[in-house]
């Protein structure tokens, strides 16, 4: 009897789903996405000079997006060099109110300086930038970075390529992290350079908290997104002392 051939890693069958299951997921997620394009446009008559980025990104995402080229170089390089496996990649989008929502109850405001670790196409710098804080994200490939930095530089925002679990994050505030796909071993990694944060930092995760010494708070929420309802949690990172 032969042996089955070995799953790759980065393998999405099991999240393979009977027909009629995927199409009314499908559906609910082109309803939701539609809700969500509305109460963004919205919010950002607000602030005008955020509306021509968020347009940005949304016509980078129509014209191309880097995680539908599973099989690239350079998603393979990059990663080979991260440890990481191409599932990790992989989630739903953070709606522009559900960031506002969560970096407001977060404390985020005037002086704040956030982070997005694995910031994707922006929604959540934007939100941060519309609470008049500083915005910078870290994504992983290169080729999304340069299509989608150039949007989000008029209005202050940076993105750079970068492995969220060894990015500097001294002297930031705040840090978001979906924290939702990733395996026990990146998880792992980027606790570590979490703990390179300043005490009093505070750390949001969507799904589920960091559950490691010195990450205390643990306060969450359920807010949409746009795979459906979603916890997000709010911690601070305050080390035991000496």
């Not at 002297?171 to 979490?194: Q, S």
Request: with cysteine; net charge positive; aromatic share 10%.
């Amino acid at each position: 009897m032969t042996e089955p051939a070995p799953r790759r890693d980065d393998s999405l069958e099991d999240f393979d789903l009977p027909f009629f299951e995927r199409v009314a997921l499908q559906l609910q997620g082109t309803v939701i996405a539609f809700i969500v394009r509305i109460t963004d446009v919205l919010l950002l008559l607000w602030r005008p000079r955020l509306l021509r980025p968020y347009v940005g990104l949304w016509w980078q995402r129509l014209v191309r997006t880097p995680y539908s080229a599973r099989r690239t170089f350079e998603m393979a390089r990059a990663l080979k060099a991260t440890g990481q496996v191409f599932r990790e990649l992989v989630y739903g989008e953070t709606p522009l109110l559900t960031a506002l929502l969560f970096l407001k109850r977060a404390g985020v405001g005037p002086g704040s300086r956030v982070v997005d670790l694995g910031a994707g196409r922006g929604r959540v710098l934007i939100a941060a930038a519309w609470l008049k804080a500083e915005a910078h994200g870290v994504e992983l490939i290169p080729d999304h970075v340069a299509r989608v930095a150039p949007w989000l530089t008029p209005a202050g925002i940076t993105l750079t390529v970068g492995d969220m679990t060894r990015e500097p994050l001294t002297g930031f505030t705040h840090v978001f992290t979906n924290w939702v796909a990733f395996t026990p071993e990146t998880k792992e990694r980027l606790i570590a350079n979490l703990r390179t944060c300043q005490p009093g930092t505070r750390i949001v995760t969507v799904t589920r908290p960091i559950q490691a010494e010195g990450f205390v708070g643990h306060t969450y929420r359920w807010m949409l997104f746009t795979w459906g309802g979603e916890k997000v949690w709010i911690q601070e990172y305050r080390p035991a002392g000496p």
